[in-house]
């Protein structure tokens, strides 16, 4: 079973940027597809961007160009480089984990059994 802890989160202005890391206890590289959400004020936990073992990462429309996820293969450790932060990117970042090799298509939050504390990211502007 997957232990999330997320750190890295802050507060920035509009345009800076943060990066968030999710360190993994109980992990094996290959078992794992691994992701990050958020939940805004009053909104619902949408996805981020997602990575499953040996695949190209996949991410929200809104967070394109700007975001990118990783994880290191050794230490199990995923990270969410954000830059450019806009106001709308205000919200509670959680890691989550999927004991499957493969992200399921249209995936969402239901799809993911492992969750994080999250860690708070907010954008002034």
């Known amino acids: 079973q997957a232990q999330l802890v997320e750190s890295g989160g802050g507060s920035v202005q509009t345009g800076g940027s943060l990066t968030l890391s999710c360190a993994a206890s109980?992990?094996?590289?290959?078992?794992?597809?691994m992701a990050w959400f958020r939940q805004g004020p009053d909104k619902e936990r949408e996805g981020v961007a997602a990575?499953?073992?040996?695949?190209?990462?996949t991410y929200a429309d809104s967070v394109k160009g700007r975001f990118t996820i990783s994880r290191n293969e050794a230490t199990g450790t995923l990270y969410l480089q954000m830059n450019n932060l806009k106001p709308e990117d205000t919200a509670m970042y959680y890691c989550?984990?999927?004991?499957?090799?493969?992200?399921?298509?249209?995936?969402?939050?239901?799809?993911?059994?492992?969750w994080g504390q999250g860690t708070q990211v907010t954008v002034s502007s």
């Open positions: 990575i499953a073992p040996y695949r190209f990462p």
């Open positions: 989550a984990a999927l004991r499957r090799p493969l992200l399921p298509v249209g995936w969402s939050a239901a799809d993911f059994e492992y």
């Open positions: 109980t992990y094996t590289y290959t078992d794992y597809t």
